[in-house]
C-alpha cells in the first residue's frame, strides 16, 4: 500500500512540476509593442491606370526597447505587424483614386516582402487598416533600420498625393 501511495505522490509531483514550469515559461515570455512609427509617402502626379510606388525608412528602436524592457537583442523570438493604418493628407480628397495598396518592408541586405494589402479600397473613405500579414519580421528588425515600400494601381489620374501611415509592431522575447 505505501508503495502505492508513493507512486500517486511520485505522479502528483511530476504534474505539478510539468505545469510550474509551463507557467515559468510563460512569465518569461514576454511580448511588447514599439511604435508606433509615422512614415509619409509621395505619390504622383500620375496618370489612371500607372503603378505607383514610394518608399520610406524607419530608423527603429527595437534593441532599446528590448533592453528597456529586461531583455537582449539574442533573445529576439517574433517581430510582426501589429497594425498600419494609411491616411491621405493631401492631393486628393480620398483614396478613390487607388485600386489596391500593397505594403512591403525590406532592408539593404534583405529583399522585399509583403506585409499588407488591401485588394480593394472601399470609395470615399480618407483612412484605410490593410490586412497584415502574420511573418516574422525578426530578421529584418534585426537591422538597424527597415525601408517600407507602398505600391498601388491608379484607376484615375492624381495629382501629388501624400499618403501616411502609422506602422506599430509587437516583439516576443
Not at 478613390?96 to 488591401?118: C, N, Q, R
Not at 525601408?147 to 501611415?165: M, P, Y
Request: aromatic share 10%.
Amino acid at each position: 500500500m505505501k508503495r502505492k501511495t508513493n507512486l500517486w505522490v511520485l505522479l502528483a509531483s511530476a504534474l505539478l512540476f510539468a505545469v510550474s514550469c509551463d507557467e515559468l515559461a510563460d512569465a518569461l515570455n514576454l511580448d511588447f509593442d514599439i511604435g508606433p512609427y509615422y512614415v509619409e509617402f509621395n505619390l504622383g502626379p500620375e496618370d489612371a491606370g500607372e503603378f505607383v510606388e514610394s518608399f520610406d525608412v524607419i530608423a527603429h528602436n527595437i534593441v532599446q526597447k528590448i533592453e528597456d524592457n529586461g531583455g537582449s537583442m539574442d533573445q529576439l523570438d517574433m517581430v510582426k505587424l501589429k497594425t498600419v493604418t494609411l491616411t491621405i493628407m493631401n492631393g486628393e480628397d480620398n483614396f478613390d483614386a487607388f485600386e489596391y495598396f500593397e505594403i512591403y518592408v525590406k532592408t539593404p541586405l534583405m529583399s522585399e516582402k509583403k506585409v499588407g494589402w488591401l485588394n480593394t479600397i472601399p470609395t470615399g473613405l480618407t483612412t484605410l487598416t490593410p490586412n497584415l500579414s502574420t511573418d516574422n519580421l525578426k530578421d529584418y528588425m534585426q537591422e538597424g533600420e527597415i525601408t517600407i515600400v507602398l505600391k498601388s494601381q491608379l484607376n484615375s489620374n492624381i495629382v501629388l498625393t501624400n499618403v501616411s501611415a502609422d506602422i506599430e509592431f509587437t516583439v516576443n522575447l
